[in-house]
């Protein structure tokens, strides 16, 4: 499974970062710091910039991703048809 | 005993700037009663703050709280209350701000902030992993609320950080100085950016690499994810997203919102505009500075516009733009100069200043200039005149800084006039002595709820919820006012205790409080939610009984409502009369449990809400009808 990433559609909401910590905590709780993604904002233009580091585990046990079923504005989605 | 994490953070830090100490205290202490948010808040200031002393005496407390959903996946639940004495009237005041800071805060072990003292220099909190730290805060001492996030976030090298910030207005005691975060979100009204520059406290900063957990975590994002369905189904949503909340609905040509009432046209002689100025300043004109939109944590709204003027006298970019700000930068001033006005609105932000309490003192100025009670030697030069958006613009910077007339203005249209005299008075638009916003003539409901909110004159206890999206009654009909309004106080309270937003549109009380109940772990419905909500506006109204000599002499409008009709629209000559307000006040005390004669609580009433002693407390003070 792999990840698109759309960051002209993100709003910086961080309800992706906060539905990857979820995950990460056996789904217990909410600490963005433990998030596998990080959404940067620039103040300058608005910018958002997404970003996953080696923590994304593709939300094993999961039925689908939460980041993506988290976030609203499809910013971040699942590439259909790619092998794992 | 689980570890596991709860929806609270867990503690409430008190923090002393005089003697430079902080403790700290159990949320439980307070919670169980009062369950989080703005009635918490209510209480911890009831408190602290003693009665007889002015709002910017060291004793006062500045209270930061955030709603009880923050730091969850709870839709759009970001808001932070901010609780203290109103700087206008020495009796309640409170403020409610989106953006990061509060999610942050509960991230960083923290529920509430209660701040008392003054610093005896410039400092700045900072709040992580479980402790708050007071510092030296001279790099930032008469930066704006932008420059001070940048500067703080540049000093401990962390972008992350959540700043809460006041700029020179708040420095300068001005009493519309506002609390900003994340440079567009403000907690408002009230002067809370005044008593924060009182006690010499520039910023809070916030950095929480901490957990916030749900007692039931599968029944809430069940909850959660229902609530979002709702959202994704709301007819608008499509529109909103992308055009945030002005573009899509209240900025439209054709919205009926420019019909209904409040908005003040020319400091209130008028409550509509007329259809060649709006189009000047609508959505449709706006689209062209739009860029996006953005979201406050965990929104899937985005109500918010990112909005840029590239070149020009007012070339700017900042985020957010509302109804209000149509209000408090165009119609009030008879401005069409959109770029002005967008430039008025991220100054405000950049000095700290509520744009509405600031906009309101600048308009009893420029009303006062028409009817030559004052001149150009007095404004230092300028010509306050209506549409001139350059003079706005030059004594929101003067206001923000005391300097010149801006000084004049600092304290209020109240006491502007008071020393002003020549039937000034007249033109002062205020309830219970606060520069206030709304028009009352056309929406009575809503006008009832500005005048009666123990927050003098703001929108924000029950006017919204029953009187924007409407009720089944014609928009200014009186019918069914005082019931639906002592209603749209307990639900205020109940969102402001769970802390989510009031442009999370598509979802009703019913909606949120399965997943409040999941979040806490409690069994409560929305009726037991509104229980509490019902004594957090009782709390409200005893702390102005406590702090002031409020009455029904103070629950009413100011006499143009009365007098003079409102002069063009589809509701021309609608106005107040006094046989019907009377009526709306003894149908609302009674409907409250208060005295019809005084509008003082009873214990009778307290009592039976399980405030015995809240009662007993005003008793001492005479402030209780013993009936």
Redesign the interface.
């Known amino acids: 499974m792999r990840l698109w990433i759309d960051p ?1 559609k993100c ?5 992706c970062e ?2 990857c ?2 995950h990460h ?1 056996g ?8 998030s596998s993604l990080r959404v ?2 620039s ?4 910018s958002m910039r997404i970003a996953f580091d080696d923590s994304c585990d593709g939300c094993a046990g999961e039925r689908s991703p939460l980041c993506v ?2 976030c ?2 499809n910013a971040l989605g699942v590439h259909k048809g790619v092998a794992a | 005993m689980s570890n596991r994490p709860s929806v609270y953070a867990g503690r409430i830090a008190h923090v002393d700037l005089t003697s430079g100490t902080v403790r700290h205290e159990p949320t439980s202490d307070y919670a169980r009663r009062w369950i989080g948010g703005r009635p918490l808040n209510t209480a911890l200031v009831w408190d602290a703050a003693p009665p007889g002393i002015s709002w910017d005496d060291p004793c006062n407390a500045l209270v930061f709280g955030a709603g009880v959903l923050c730091g969850t996946l709870a839709p759009g639940s970001a808001r932070v209350s901010v609780d203290s004495k109103n700087a206008f009237n020495d009796g309640m005041g409170s403020a409610n701000v989106g953006g990061f800071f509060g999610a942050e805060l509960k991230f960083a072990g923290f529920d509430h902030l209660v701040i008392t003292g003054r610093a005896p220099r410039p400092v700045y909190l900072w709040v992580r992993d479980g402790e708050v730290e007071i510092r030296d805060a001279d790099f930032l001492w008469g930066e704006t609320t932008w420059e001070t996030e940048h500067r703080i976030r540049t000093r401990l090298s962390d972008e992350r950080i959540r700043v809460a910030a006041i700029g020179p207005a708040g420095e300068n005691r001005v009493r519309s100085a506002c609390i900003i975060c994340d440079r567009g979100c403000s907690a408002g009204g009230s002067g809370c950016g005044a008593v924060m520059g009182s006690k010499n406290l520039k910023a809070v900063a916030v950095r929480g690499k901490g957990a916030i957990g749900v007692a039931r975590a599968e029944e809430f994002m069940d909850a959660v994810y229902a609530a979002i369905g709702k959202v994704n189904r709301w007819k608008e949503i499509r529109n909103i997203r992308g055009a945030g909340f002005y573009g899509a609905l209240g900025g439209r040509l054709e919205s009926p919102a420019w019909e209904w009432g409040y908005r003040p046209v020319r400091n209130g002689q008028d409550e509509y505009w007329g259809k060649d100025r709006i189009a000047a300043i609508s959505a449709e004109k706006m689209q062209a500075y739009r860029k996006g939109t953005v979201s406050c944590f965990s929104c899937p709204i985005s109500c918010k516009p990112w909005l840029e003027i590239p070149a020009g006298e007012f070339a700017i970019q900042g985020e957010g733009w509302w109804n209000n700000s149509a209000n408090s930068f165009c119609t009030k001033f008879d401005n069409t100069n959109l770029e002005s006005a967008i430039y008025a609105h991220y100054l405000t932000n950049q000095l700290g200043l509520d744009g509405d309490d600031a906009a309101q003192a600048i308009s009893w100025a420029f009303e006062c200039y028409e009817h030559g009670l004052i001149t150009s030697a007095d404004t230092d030069g300028l010509e306050l005149t209506w549409g001139n958006h350059d003079a706005l613009v030059a004594m929101l910077n003067k206001l923000a800084r005391r300097e010149g007339f801006g000084d004049f203005l600092a304290d209020g249209a109240v006491r502007a006039a008071e020393r002003l005299g020549k039937g000034s008075e007249q033109f002062v638009i205020a309830v219970k002595g606060q520069d206030s916003l709304d028009g009352v003539r056309i929406n009575k409901g809503w006008g009832f709820g500005v005048v009666l909110s123990p927050v003098a004159g703001r929108h924000l206890r029950g006017s919204l919820g029953p009187f924007w999206q409407g009720n089944e009654n014609p928009v200014n009909s009186y019918k069914d006012v005082p019931a639906l309004l002592l209603f749209g106080q307990k639900e205020k309270a109940v969102q402001d205790m769970l802390g989510y937003c009031s442009y999370v549109y598509g979802l009703k009380l019913e909606d949120w409080t399965p997943i409040a109940a999941a979040a806490l772990g409690c069994d409560m419905d929305a009726d037991a939610f509104l229980d509490v909500g019902l004594k957090a506006h009782n709390l409200e109204k005893a702390f102005n009984a406590l702090h002031t000599n409020f009455s029904r002499k103070d629950d009413y409008p100011c006499d143009r409502y009365y007098n003079e009709p409102v002069a063009s629209g589809p509701f021309k000559g609608e106005r107040l009369d006094h046989p019907t307000w009377d009526a709306m006040l003894d149908e609302h005390y009674r409907l409250h449990g208060w005295d019809v004669a005084t509008g003082l609580q009873t214990r009778s009433g307290l009592t039976a809400i399980g405030m015995a002693d809240v009662a007993d407390r005003l008793a001492r003070h005479g402030r209780l009808i013993e009936t």
């Open positions: 002209r709003t910086g909401c961080l309800r906060l539905a910590s979820f905590s789904h217990v709780s909410f600490q963005p710091e433990r940067s904002r103040n300058v233009d608005k079923r988290a609203v504005f």
